[in-house]
T-cell receptor, first 114, second 114 residues
Framework: DQQVKQNSPSLSVQEGRISILNCDYT??????FLWYKKYPAEGPTFLIS?????DKNEDGRFTVFLNKSAKHLSLHIVPSQPGDSAVYFC?????????????FGKGTKLSVKP | DTGVSQDPRHKITKRGQNVTFRCDPI?????LYWYRQTLGQGPEFLTY????????KSRLLSDRFSAERPKGSFSTLEIQRTEQGDSAMYLC????????????FGPGTRLTVL
């Protein structure tokens, strides 16, 4: 059973518009969430994170929203740029990551068209 | 460069052979993680170290897999008697040892078992 789900395998948006990537989780013990970006033949690159004590975190063009009651988080990219085209992974952990492992979703492939 | 490095980047081996991968974490990071990623999936946790102590192992880590971090610096992951199902990208990550901190990934080692 997948504890972290990214139900959209792919997403295509126009340059300059907003990209919204979604992630759902089932384990109510998760309290720290991260988004990673991955280009082909490279390791995942950390983008942004959020602790369960917050419902929003912003970093430049990237904003992550957390809805604990719905067990849902989303990543907003505004404005989207062609260089944002990559696979985006949502990840979660318990105890703020002190337990060690991250649980990843399967990823969403974002294509930003010029 | 102070990022996570992994060696080799690619490894092709025949079934039944042993392989060993190396990971050098970011120098001040005392936590080191190993993940495996197969096509269409997110990274799956294998094991992690805090300094030289191996603190957690996933059930994915069969008896044929062994990991070490002898001096709390670099780590090795060995797979004995490789099987075709071991073909995957093996990712290493490192982090600092406090809550709500992100893991930084290396570029990975792509293993192909023929």
């Amino acid at each position: 059973d997948q504890q972290v789900k990214q139900n959209s395998p792919s997403l295509s948006v126009q340059e300059g518009r907003i990209s919204i990537l979604n992630c759902d989780y089932t384990n109510s013990m998760f309290d720290y969430f991260l988004w990673y970006k991955k280009y082909p033949a490279e390791g995942p690159t950390f983008l942004i994170s959020i602790s369960s004590i917050k419902d929003k975190n912003e970093d430049g063009r990237f904003t992550v929203f957390l809805n604990k009651s719905a067990k849902h988080l989303s990543l907003h990219i505004v404005p989207s740029q062609p260089g944002d085209s990559a696979v985006y992974f949502c990840a979660a952990s318990v105890d703020g990551g002190s337990q060690g492992n991250l649980i990843f979703g399967k990823g969403t492939k974002l294509s930003v068209k010029p | 460069d102070t990022g996570v490095s992994q060696d080799p980047r690619h490894k092709i081996t025949k079934r039944g052979q042993n392989v060993t991968f190396r990971c050098d974490p970011i120098s001040e990071h005392n936590r080191l993680y190993w993940y495996r990623q197969t096509l269409g999936q997110g990274p799956e946790f294998l094991t992690y170290f805090q300094n030289e102590a191996q603190l957690e192992k996933s059930r994915l880590l069969s008896d044929r897999f062994s990991a070490e971090r002898p001096k709390g610096s670099f780590s090795t992951l060995e797979i004995q008697r490789t099987e075709q199902g071991d073909s995957a990208m093996y990712l290493c990550a490192s982090s600092l040892d406090f809550m709500d901190n992100e893991q930084f990934f290396g570029p990975g080692t792509r293993l192909t078992v023929l």
